[in-house]
């Protein structure tokens, strides 16, 4: 119900955005023209400047931009990277990275925002199928894993000797399940990976057995789920994808782990890199609504038992995003207490909030990062907001670790492509022609192939660099034998197995504290 309101919202704000975007559009069409024609060369050299690499300082040069670029000629996707041998070879080998052609022209795919609303809030209708994990913390709350199946498929549980890699998604903060997601499980199904999806506490049917919610980026919980993860599939490499807003929580996870993360690799899909800056500048007043809506009706469910904690007619009489996370996380008093006076309130509160970000802000602990990081970001997002003030563009340049793929359209984990059109209009007619072919052939997304291609390319990479060293370790008479598996992990403890409490628990484990490092 709440799929089709947000769409009825959505066909209204088209109906009157859609004259001005039009408008807009035959503008932008108009400079491109004039610069073209000479009217306009310092502002297409400065735009160029952003995506022909810098050579000098590295042997025979990066290339910061994924596809040739000319002076006459803007680029469409760039891979902005710090210089190293990594860099060169996924530029090598990840062709998607510059196969990129975005939605042009009067459709509206090419409207970022339109593509990024129908990408979050239209159903859709996927062949993949949900068998759910609840997991119990050490405090005794829950958080879920939704592991994705084929329908088609008889065999509800893969062995716990299968090595298969694994890929954690981590969906946006506020716990939505999107057509993205939904995406790349299935395609994530099709190369032969094991999508597992992350809920956080009372996040998309998980119960809150607690009084305790998960902050936006404490990893303590993530950190039990991939222990878990590591029990029950040992022998597969781990792979995560966030997206959104749920970037935040997977970069905490890395900084705070570093080298113990048991991640190969990781892709943060339109992130949200400076939260506390995001959510005080706040949205748009229609993103802003439609978020605080979903929240509260979520929230909801918990009126009475969050009303032991905080006021909860301050919770759902706030009208942004700030005031939301505020109450939830950085309130200070009790309920029946009487309130403090104005002045001290509001430096008390201002003090409270600094606190909780300074605990929570993604970036905090970067330089621990010890994986491949890819982030897949647009220019014309209007979720993130302005690309200069909002994506810290000298973290790529001088971590090697920290991958940007910038294009010029795409919107919010939208990346519409003028191929993904036509295949999804061939493959509505062919499911329409073979309803029972098992999974049907959708258009790929552009980005969920990046993704894909980014893992491979990395294992295939490390994969070298090892065999490299081990045949160099012969060769100085050393042997081999001892350098060991490729990508061996660090032995997770064990965990005794508690019985379900109803049909619906398929597995809850309770987790001992101690673990080996």
């Not at 295949?423 to 022609?433: E, Y």
Request: charged share 20%; glycine share 8%; net charge positive.
């Amino acid at each position: 119900m709440l799929e089709w309101l947000v769409a009825l919202c959505v066909v209204i704000l088209v109906l009157l955005i859609w004259p001005g975007y039009t408008y807009f559009s035959a503008e932008r069409q108009r400079d491109a023209l004039l610069q073209g024609l000479g009217f306009s060369q310092q502002a297409a050299k400065e735009k160029t400047g952003r995506c022909v690499s810098d050579r000098h300082g590295s042997d025979g040069g990066q290339p910061a931009c994924a596809g040739a670029v000319t002076e006459e000629k803007t680029c469409t996707v760039g891979l902005i990277c710090k210089p190293s041998a990594l860099a060169n070879y996924l530029l090598k080998h990840c062709r998607t990275f510059s196969n990129y052609s975005p939605c042009v022209g009067r459709t509206w795919r090419a409207s970022a925002f339109l593509q990024s609303a129908y990408e979050a809030c239209w159903p859709y209708e996927s062949p993949v199928q949900f068998v759910r994990d609840n997991l119990q913390l050490s405090d005794d709350g829950l958080v879920a894993l939704d592991w994705a199946v084929p329908s088609y498929q008889k065999r509800r549980r893969t062995s716990s000797h299968s090595t298969s890699p694994v890929l954690l998604i981590i969906p946006n903060s506020f716990g939505k399940i999107t057509r993205n997601v939904l995406k790349l499980c299935e395609m994530a199904l099709s190369h032969g990976y094991l999508p597992a999806v992350f809920n956080r506490r009372s996040h998309n049917g998980t119960p809150l057995t607690t009084l305790k919610m998960q902050q936006f980026g404490d990893p303590a919980d993530l950190r039990e789920a991939v222990r878990y993860i590591r029990y029950r599939q040992p022998a597969g490499r781990l792979y995560a994808v966030s997206e959104s807003s749920g970037s935040g929580l997977l970069l905490s996870y890395l900084g705070e782990c570093g080298s113990s993360s048991y991640v190969t690799a990781a892709v943060c899909l339109s992130p949200v890199f400076r939260c506390q800056s995001w959510f005080e500048n706040g949205l748009c007043w229609p993103l802003q609504w439609a978020l605080v809506l979903y929240q509260k009706i979520c929230l909801s469910r918990y009126r009475t038992v969050l009303g032991e904690t905080m006021q909860t007619d301050t919770l759902f009489s706030s009208c942004s995003l700030r005031g939301l996370e505020e109450v939830l996380f950085c309130q200070t008093g009790h309920v029946g207490s009487t309130p403090a006076a104005p002045t001290g309130s509001s430096s008390n509160t201002s003090g409270a909030w600094d606190a909780y970000w300074e605990r929570n802000e993604p970036l905090r602990d970067v330089d621990e990062v010890a994986i491949p990081v890819l982030s897949v970001c647009a220019r014309d997002d209007p979720v993130r907001g302005d690309t200069q003030s909002t994506i810290p563009l000298e973290l790529f340049e001088t971590n090697p670790h920290f991958f940007l793929l910038l294009t010029d359209r795409g919107g919010h984990c939208g990346f519409s492509t003028q191929s993904e059109e036509s295949a999804g209009a061939l493959g509505a007619v062919g499911s329409a022609a073979a309803p029972n072919t098992g999974m049907q052939s959708h258009g790929a997304n552009w980005s969920h192939r990046a993704v894909l291609e980014f893992f491979r390319a990395t294992t295939d990479f490390f994969n070298a660099e090892e065999r490299a060293k081990q045949l160099a370790a012969r060769r100085r008479g050393l042997g081999g034998g001892a350098i060991g598996r490729v990508f061996r992990h660090r032995s997770v403890s064990t965990c005794k197995r508690v019985p379900a409490c109803s049909h619906n628990i398929h597995a809850i484990y309770n987790w001992q504290r101690s673990y080996t490092r």
